[in-house]
């Protein structure tokens, strides 16, 4: 069974990818960073969330390539 992410990290991650195109990675730590700079995001928890989301959506991307 998979993690369970609510639509608020998914349309975040996906708006962050969009607009910071090329600079999220598959390296999670730096992605955390990454979110904590180019985002709003209020808690650690959700910052966390969304990163682990991005990275996942990179590997992804470059899966399919």
Same mark, same amino acid.
């Given at each position: 069974? =998979?993690?369970?992410?609510?639509?608020? /990290?998914?349309? +975040?991650? &996906?708006?962050? #990818? %969009? #607009?910071?195109? =090329? /600079?999220?990675?598959?390296?999670?730590? %730096?992605?955390? &960073?990454?979110? @904590? %700079?180019?985002?709003? /995001?209020? +808690?650690?928890?959700?910052?966390? &969330?969304? @990163? =682990?989301?991005? +990275?996942?959506? /990179?590997? *992804? *991307? *470059? @899966? %399919?390539?």
């Amino acid at each position: 069974m =998979g993690n369970i992410r609510t639509s608020f /990290v998914k349309r +975040t991650s &996906k708006e962050l #990818i %969009e #607009i910071h195109q =090329g /600079v999220f990675t598959t390296d999670f730590d %730096e992605n955390k &960073k990454l979110v @904590a %700079e180019k985002s709003t /995001v209020s +808690t650690k928890h959700l910052r966390n &969330k969304i @990163a =682990g989301y991005i +990275t996942r959506l /990179v590997r *992804q *991307q *470059q @899966a %399919e390539m």
